[in-house]
């Protein structure tokens, strides 16, 4: 045989070889992946760690959420953040909320800046079908948007809080669509049908739930096991409790709790229980003054009640039943946990501030160094440690023998105030939080990855007599448009160009018909009349147990303006009123921007 073709057929079999070991490699890689365990990841929104009957609440019932803890392991000390958003991202990141861009609940200082790696984007880099179903409250606009965040399928609202709990308007990976029945039932409902279609392999599903945040409203199936009852505890503080709004907290908890046990029950439908980790927690503190284990503090303070946390979780066969965990943990350590639970390359952009839970969950008499844990919202910082927590006001606590925080011992214990005091002045100065001074984050349209932008009122400035329908922005719309002379202006940065087709969800009294609309972008213009008068009435009230703060709602409808051509970059886009047949103009919730 001529050496020639010698050495060919020798390379042709090293190649065949080689070919088959990689196959070989990338079908054990696929095993693995398939093996991992499923993760659902339920946060309550404003619920207290005292709305639960396993942590002492005689006035509720929530079994299956006290289940998780029988079935699994349950945290004593674990601390999220004073309000909503800031949580969000860290249990996401694993990252202190102040380095993630995160510094308000509203006005785009909910937003996560685009460079955080989240724990979707490493689930699904991993193989994991990944969703999210509920209240966002990390941005709205791409790259904030939660499919650009490592979600394939998001349905739910981005926005911090929401004007109707029943069939309201929603969106669906963007597009506007309509909710059906209770809020908290249909995401639900959509997480159950996610873990149905995706059981034969690993998933992410989040469940960011919206209540018992207000509005109070919950189903009457619920609410009428309350509306009636004497409660029997209330807040330990000066402050009075408020009844009618516990109640309705009480029962909306109570709504959760049957919405967990579906969860669980579909778990054990799909033959999913064993290979499937649940945890619970909520995002802060409980929006009232009521019984919470006579903790000092609510939602938006850093005292131990307006942080601490239930942690529950389940991971039947491998998380062993009934344990209780003593050593303190933070939002900041869900990722590292679940991520190290689930054997996925934590790789990330940035350095996680977070630790693995892990040992603590799977090992007994773990050997684990004391840590500072930082509660921080509203300029105020207070630090907590195992056994001591000092307040923002400097004053220390034994948490162990005073959780209720009656007692300074600050004067007993100089050393230990003065190393936190340091720990603390240190911290602020490392995070360097953002604030609305600093922030020059421009609202984002028009990414080239996803068809639809919406543009809402939220984050817009009203000019002349337009006023804003509630001083709490989240689910507001723009009303009182009285003159040619009024606007509305949105700071907008276009990530790339593009022809956009453009739609304005509004109200039209019918004296106003024949209104033009015109909106400007640089030296792009659209102009376009509305013609059909809209004017349904105020909505909300109907379903609220007890008064609410936030604006009430509208039936909004949408109108097509027509199609404009966007350049990239940032400039004012402005939206006026340059004709009007009548004595005002439209009523504004938002502007949906579908690129073409």
């Known amino acids: 045989m001529p050496k020639r073709l010698s050495f060919l057929i020798v390379c042709l079999l090293l190649l065949l070889c080689s070919c088959k070991q990689e196959s070989k490699n990338e079908s054990s890689e696929n095993d693995e992946a398939l093996k991992r365990p499923n993760i659902v990841l339920i946060l309550a929104d404003d619920q207290g760690w005292g709305d639960l009957s396993m942590n002492g609440n005689v006035d509720i019932n929530t079994p299956n959420i006290d289940a998780l803890a029988k079935n699994g392991a349950s945290f004593e000390n674990f601390y999220v953040q004073p309000v909503c958003s800031p949580t969000r991202a860290e249990l ?75 069939s309201p308007m929603l969106e669906h990976n963007g597009r506007i669509v309509k909710g059906d029945g209770f809020l908290v039932d249909d995401l639900i409902d959509h997480g159950m049908e996610f873990m149905t279609k995706h059981k034969d392999k690993p998933f992410f599903l989040y469940l960011p739930l919206n209540t018992p945040h207000s509005p109070m409203q919950v189903p009457d199936e619920f609410w ?66 009521r019984w919470n284990g006579n903790m000092r503090g609510r939602k938006g303070s850093t005292d131990e009640g307006g942080v601490r946390s239930p942690l529950l979780l389940q991971w039947k066969g491998t998380i062993a039943a009934h344990k209780t965990i003593s050593q303190i943990g933070s939002a900041i350590d869900i990722s590292p946990t679940l991520l190290d639970l689930a054997a996925v390359n934590q790789k990330t952009q940035k350095p996680i501030d977070g630790k693995s839970l892990a040992p603590l969950l799977l090992e007994s008499n773990v050997a684990w160094e004391d840590r500072l844990l930082f509660n921080h919202w509203n300029g105020k910082t207070s630090v907590r440690t195992q056994n001591y927590r000092l307040d923002s006001e400097d004053r220390l606590y034994d948490m162990v023998a005073d959780r209720a925080q009656k007692t300074d011992i600050s004067k007993q214990f100089p050393k230990i105030v003065d190393s936190l005091k340091k720990s603390k002045i240190d911290w602020l100065t490392k995070i360097e939080p953002m604030t609305s001074v600093t922030d020059d984050r421009p609202i984002t349209l028009g990414h080239p990855d996803f068809e639809y932008t919406q543009i809402p009122a939220r984050d817009g400035i009203a000019h002349g007599n337009i006023k804003r329908s509630n001083r709490h922005p989240n689910d507001t719309f723009f009303t009182n448009w009285k003159s040619v002379k009024d606007s509305i202006t949105w700071d907008i940065e276009v990530l790339e160009d593009g022809k956009f087709e453009v739609e304005l969800y509004y109200t039209l009294a019918h004296d106003n018909a024949g209104v033009a609309v015109q909106l400007t972008y640089g030296k792009s213009m659209l102009v376009s009349r509305i013609n059909d008068a809209h004017d349904p009435p105020l909505s909300g009230m ?11 709602v509208k039936d909004f409808r949408p109108k097509r303006l027509g199609e404009i051509n966007l350049r990239k970059g940032r400039r004012t886009m402005s939206l006026k009123a340059p004709y009007m047949d009548g004595k005002g103009a439209m009523d504004v919730r938002l502007l949906m921007f579908r690129r073409l």
């Open 224 to 289: 009428n096991r309350f509306k009636d009852k004497a409660l029997s505890l209330n807040y330990v503080g000066k402050e009075a409790t408020a009844i009618e709004h516990t109640k309705a907290a009480l029962a909306m908890v109570e709504n959760i709790d049957y919405n967990v046990g579906r969860v669980l029950h579909k778990l054990k439908e799909l033959e999913l229980e064993e290979n499937t980790i649940v945890v619970y927690l909520s995002d802060n503190g409980p929006n009232g003054w």
């Open 542 to 552: 109907e379903n609220d147990r007890d008064p609410r703060i936030e604006s009430y």
């Open 92 to 166: 996401l990141t694993g990252r202190h909320f102040t380095r993630t861009g995160v510094y308000k609940t509203s006005a785009g200082g909910e937003r996560m800046n685009p460079g955080e790696t989240t724990l979707a984007d490493l689930l699904k880099k991993s193989g994991y079908a990944t969703a999210a179903y509920g209240k966002w409250h990390n941005g709205m606009q791409p790259p904030y948007h939660p499919n650009a965040r490592g979600f394939d399928d998001y349905y739910g609202f981005a926005s911090g809080h929401w004007g109707n709990y029943f």
